[in-house]
């Protein structure tokens, strides 16, 4: 079932699309603000976040780029700002789509549907990624030479594989395997990367892909 996050600051409009997309078989979380739109994407992983611009915490900017920072999840703006200015500025921060309000249920479905069977294709094409002289399997979890990983090296090595060239930040990645609980136990994470690099990189000392973004977080480099 696929999980689209609405971000919106209407409560009419937020009940009307909740209805909508469950009437469809989507799986449905809403925020009413940008806080809670960044809480909720690093809770609930949506594969979709459908987000007004005008919030009355942070502005839709913003929230893009709190996203960009760690996702590549699809993004489609639903805004009533009509300016070809704002735009251009939305899609250059990240957004995948562009709709202003009011608009058509059946547009915007079908606008969706054309932005998942887009982000489906990538999720194809990161089906295997190559890390020095080893394959990486994501779908079948499995990498070549033999290497074995365990659940907690998976669970950080997919997430930095699933974003290419993107910083993750350590909150993401302890949050994302460890749990809300952990995120200034930072000391897991420089223990398992540590292990992921003697076990994929050819130089654990000097790596290429698996990079330290100093007190930020970490990267892959492919």
């Known amino acids: 079932m696929t999980r689209v996050l609405v971000v919106d600051d209407e409560p009419q409009l937020l009940r009307a699309l909740r209805i909508n997309l469950v009437a469809r078989h989507y799986e449905v979380a809403t925020a009413p ?3 809670a739109a960044l809480r909720q994407a690093a809770e ?6 459908l987000l007004d611009l005008g919030l ?5 900017l913003d929230v893009i780029h709190g996203l960009r920072g760690w996702t590549s999840v699809p993004i489609i703006v639903l805004t009533g700002r009509y300016a070809h200015q704002d735009k251009i500025e939305a899609l250059d921060a990240g957004a995948d789509d562009y709709v202003t309000k009011p608009f058509d249920i059946e547009e915007l479905l079908a ?4 932005v998942t069977r ?20 994501l779908t079948a979890k499995t ?3 033999d290497v074995r990983l365990t659940p907690t090296e998976w669970g950080i090595l997919e997430i930095l594989l699933r974003n290419p060239g993107k910083l993750v930040s350590q909150r993401h990645l302890l949050s ?3 749990g809300s609980g ?11 990367m540590a292990q992921l690099r003697k076990k994929l990189e050819r130089d654990p000392a000097h790596p290429a892909h698996l990079i330290t973004e100093s007190g930020m977080g970490y990267r892959f480099k492919p």
């Open 44 to 49: 609930f992983h949506p594969d979709l976040v």
């Open 56 to 60: 009355p915490d942070l502005d839709g």
């Open 33 to 35: 603000d940008g806080g």
């Open 176 to 178: 994302e395997v460890w």
């Open 143 to 145: 990498i070549s030479g």
């Open 111 to 114: 606008r969706i549907r054309a």
């Open 118 to 137: 887009r982000a489906g294709l990538h999720e194809e094409e990161l089906a295997k990624v190559q890390i020095g002289d080893h394959t990486v399997d």
């Open 182 to 192: 952990h995120v200034k136990e930072t000391h897991y994470l420089r223990q398992y």
